[in-house]
């Protein structure tokens, strides 16, 4: 008799929960996240980790990743700008999850499966070169020098990130912290990945589809400088 592969033990670092949620965002949870929810990736109803069948997931689209989509402004857009497209959004914040829910709700958008957890669990399970895009915006920086360890730009996160994502595809990274663009210009490359900028403009000026979100917003009114860096995975 097989035995249950045990659960890894993760640290993880960062807020699960802010504010107390709306009633109307209470009854998203309970109503929209089931519907959209990814199954598959929890402990619960995956204890042998078994990898992910993308083609009965979602057919023959092709699929992105959001990791850490905050408020779910940007996710959003890119599902309405690609409705042939399926995506997979990642956060563990329970605040971001319910305002992305509203937003799926009230904008009809049927092309989104939420991992509500740890982006390291939904590594476990996706197959190799499952995914053909991958963005990392405004990601938790960290700032202080003992906790740099922390921030997704590390080996931990960063090589199941390029085992699961195809030959040629892109990683867009966007932060506005100038130590977080100094690490990940070189952890990124070190796990599989390079960096395709030719001139100035094309990590100081944001992506064609962009959206700047509420984060970036703020970033912006307080002086920071916001940089747009594309790697292309080797």
């Known amino acids: 008799m097989s035995k249950t ?3 890894p033990w993760r640290n993880f670092y960062g807020r699960l929960k802010g504010k107390t949620l709306h009633p109307r ?3 998203d949870l309970e109503e929209i996240l089931p519907q959209v929810r990814l199954a598959g990736v929890g402990f619960e109803d995956n204890p042998d980790r078994d990898l992910l069948d993308m083609e009965t997931l979602f057919g023959d689209a092709p ?6 989509f905050g408020a779910g402004e940007h996710l959003v857009h890119q599902a309405q700008l690609h409705p042939d497209t399926r995506f997979i959004g990642v956060e563990p914040y329970v605040n971001g999850v319910a305002t992305l829910l509203g937003k799926i709700r009230r904008e009809g958008v049927e092309n989104i499966s939420v991992h509500h957890g740890d982006a390291r669990d939904l590594f476990d399970v996706l197959p190799d070169g499952a995914i053909e895009k991958a963005f990392l915006l405004y990601p938790d920086p960290w700032p202080k020098a003992r906790h740099h360890r922390r921030r997704f730009v590390t080996p931990e996160h960063l090589e199941p990130l390029q085992r699961v994502l195809a030959e040629g595809s892109e990683l867009r990274l966007a932060t506005d912290i100038p130590d977080y663009v100094r690490q990940a210009l070189e952890e990124v490359p070190k796990a ?3 960096w395709i900028a030719r001139r100035p403009e094309d990590w100081r000026e944001p992506w064609g589809d962009w959206l700047s979100t509420r984060y970036e917003q703020k970033a912006l009114r307080e002086g920071r400088v916001p940089h747009y860096l594309t790697f292309r995975r080797g």
């Open 63 to 68: 699929v992105w990743l959001e990791i850490g």
């Open 25 to 27: 965002q209470e009854r």
């Open 192 to 194: 599989g990945f390079t």
């Open 5 to 7: 592969p045990p659960r």
